[in-house]
């Protein structure tokens, strides 16, 4: 048998197999799976609204379609809002290759490429869906230009993740970019010389110049960390000197952001107990 009528036969048993177990299925297990999906619709939207407040219609309905196409869950930290875009994380990916039995994924440094001097990294990733499968390549670099600042001496694990995130999205067919790919995520500095942005007002916490929302940025801190998001509320608002967050600057804000995430990184028990103070009376506040 040549090549392609093997390949022909082979596609002809898939489309049997599947529509045999369609036919096995019984109106109630589809009704069953249809609720399962709607109630995970519903779940994520619920969360979503809950994280990022007001959601536009739109973005919505891809949460919904996301939901139905990769299982994806807002509340295990798989998604990210960012300007209204949804963005898929590098715990969600692990997910999806998790329930589709990935059979490995293999990483190197690209040496040739590399220049640790300038902590520049490039590292190749393998996806094998399968084993014996001839595998998926997705490429990953990250150097103190298109990271941020405050995982500035980690360039190397920024641009193995990266590397591994595309490599899944290939396998996948996910369309979605990973948070973890956003060089402009953190809010890196641009290189010297670079023309000066238009000055933003002190009290705007949005965007005019593809940088995300300092609201997004500190939501991300708070589902990376596990941090509770009403203690972190209140402790900004006395970080900044201010009745509530809303009120304080937006200098001010960036300040307790960065301050927020190194905390988090170098001692996140101690910022836990720091938040937690917030939780008791004022009277009895250290």
């Not at 096995?24 to 609204?49: D, G, I, M, Q």
């Amino acid at each position: 048998m040549d090549k392609d009528s093997l390949n022909s036969q082979r596609q002809s048993e898939r489309l049997n197999k599947q529509n045999s177990r369609f036919v096995r299925e019984t109106p109630p297990a589809r009704l069953a799976r249809a609720r399962r999906w709607v109630n995970a619709s519903l779940s994520n939207a619920k969360h979503a609204r809950a994280i990022w407040g007001a959601i536009p219609r739109i973005a919505l309905e891809n949460l919904a379609q996301l939901t139905e196409a990769h299982s994806l869950s807002v509340v295990a930290g798989d998604l990210q809002l960012l300007d209204g875009r949804w963005y898929i994380t590098h715990a969600g990916l692990l997910r999806i290759a998790q329930r589709r039995r990935c059979s490995g994924i293999r990483t190197a440094l690209q040496k040739e490429l590399t220049d640790p001097a300038a902590n520049r990294w490039i590292f190749k990733a393998t996806v094998y869906k399968t084993t014996g499968s001839k595998g998926f390549v997705g490429y990953g670099d990250a150097d103190p230009t298109n990271t941020s600042p405050l995982v500035r001496g980690a360039e190397m694990r920024v641009a193995e993740t990266r590397a591994v995130n595309r490599a899944l999205r290939k396998a996948y067919g996910i369309g979605l970019c990973s948070v973890e790919e956003l060089g402009w995520l953190t809010n890196s500095p641009g290189p010297a010389g670079e023309k000066t942005q238009p000055v933003k007002p002190p009290d705007s916490n949005g965007s005019s110049n593809g940088q995300p929302k300092l609201r997004d940025r500190l939501c991300l801190l708070i589902r990376q960390y596990n941090l509770d998001p009403n203690l972190v509320k209140t402790y900004a608002a006395d970080f900044c000197g201010a009745p509530t967050l809303k009120e304080a600057s937006r200098d001010l804000v960036e300040s307790f952001i960065s301050h927020l995430a190194t905390s988090a990184k170098e001692n996140r028990d101690g910022l836990v107990c720091k938040l937690n103070s917030y939780a008791q009376p004022v009277e009895a506040r250290p």
